[in-house]
């Protein structure tokens, strides 16, 4: 179960809510506010039963009006495939129809369309249209997330093709260029796994995790951090505080602590805010945090911070923030 919130933390849900929110909108008002309005259809839309009364009244109109025969035959065509069964039903039971003139409008439709060149098998009008119509809607539908996923690639990539390097770049290559510390060099077993990552101002939806897997392979959970809190208004989102979490397979709750920054950690406002959230960190140079679950540990290293500097309070938010992820299995 933790390791499917964790899962969920990491998707972009305002993309997918605006996506089904606006799909939601698009059915009512499609189908209750100004619904499509089905009009001038032909006779192949028809119940059996009504289409068969339909020929039956085609066939007294021929009778009497046996100079328009062309109307004659347009009516046949207009009932499509349900035409030849209508018009069985009516040779087996004629009703107020004179049996020979059935016989006759049936051997002149016989006659004409033998003679006319052979066209593709019509299939039925309605089924086509239905089929139009869940074409369209799957368009929409492919079209809207197509959308989504290329707003949220922006987001994520935006001016990459112009050689601008965004936030989420720099941020990858600073954590590429920072040096891990030798854990062995300095008596300790060497971690499980050690990730560095780095948070720059400017991205937004930064929210990284990782595995927590053996060397056979075994999973065993998972680490991660993200944005927690911000402050100000406007673009780009200030963060004051950074939520670092570790999920063990092995315990049934997530160990989560907060990094805050100094200005942050001595707001009384922001620290009643975050408190639900876990154990509250002021942000150092160097500073070292623990986390612990039933089975891991891990051990998280401000390797290197930098504040913005601007209109808010000195030391309120970070412009970059590095931080050293290691995970050992904990000691009984």
Request: aromatic content about 10%.
């Amino acid at each position: 179960m933790q390791f499917v919130v964790a899962f969920l933390k990491k998707l972009p849900w305002v993309p997918i809510a605006l996506f089904f929110v606006g799909l939601a909108l698009g059915l009512v008002w499609a189908w209750k506010i100004d619904p499509v309005e089905f009009v001038d259809a032909d006779p192949s839309y028809l119940r059996p039963d009504l289409q068969e009364d339909y020929l039956r009244m085609t066939i007294d109109s021929y009778s009497l009006h046996p100079e328009d025969r062309n109307l004659a035959v347009d009516r046949w065509k207009g009932l499509g495939v349900g035409a030849q069964q209508a018009f069985s039903k009516i040779q087996s039971n004629p009703g107020n129809l004179n049996p020979a003139i059935v016989q006759n409008y049936g051997e002149y439709i016989t006659n004409v369309l033998s003679s006319e060149p052979q066209q593709p098998a019509d299939t039925g009008t309605g089924t086509s249209m239905t089929r139009q119509l869940v074409l369209g809607f799957a368009l929409v539908a492919l079209a809207v997330l197509a959308a989504v996923g290329f707003i949220y690639y922006r987001r994520l990539f935006s001016k990459r093709g112009s050689g601008e390097i965004t936030p989420t770049m720099q941020a990858v290559e600073i954590s590429r260029k920072a040096e891990k510390t030798d854990f062995e060099q300095l008596g300790l077993a060497p971690p499980i796994t050690q990730t560095m990552t780095t948070y720059v101002l400017g991205d937004d939806l930064y929210d990284e995790s990782f595995s927590i897997d053996t060397q056979a392979g075994e999973f065993m959970g998972e680490y991660g951090v993200g944005v927690s809190e911000s402050i100000g208004v406007g673009e780009p989102k200030k963060v004051t505080a950074l939520e670092i979490w570790l999920f063990d397979k092995n315990d049934i709750k997530t160990a989560t602590k907060v990094l805050m920054s100094a200005h942050a950690f001595n707001d009384p406002s922001i620290r009643a805010r975050l408190e639900p959230k876990g154990e509250l960190v002021a942000v150092e140079p160097q500073a070292q945090v623990l986390l612990e679950t039933a089975t891991l540990q891990l051990l998280a290293t401000v390797v290197d911070l930098e504040y913005g500097r601007g209109a808010m309070p000195a030391d309120s938010y970070f412009e970059r923030i590095t931080l050293e992820l290691a995970i050992w299995p904990r000691q009984a």
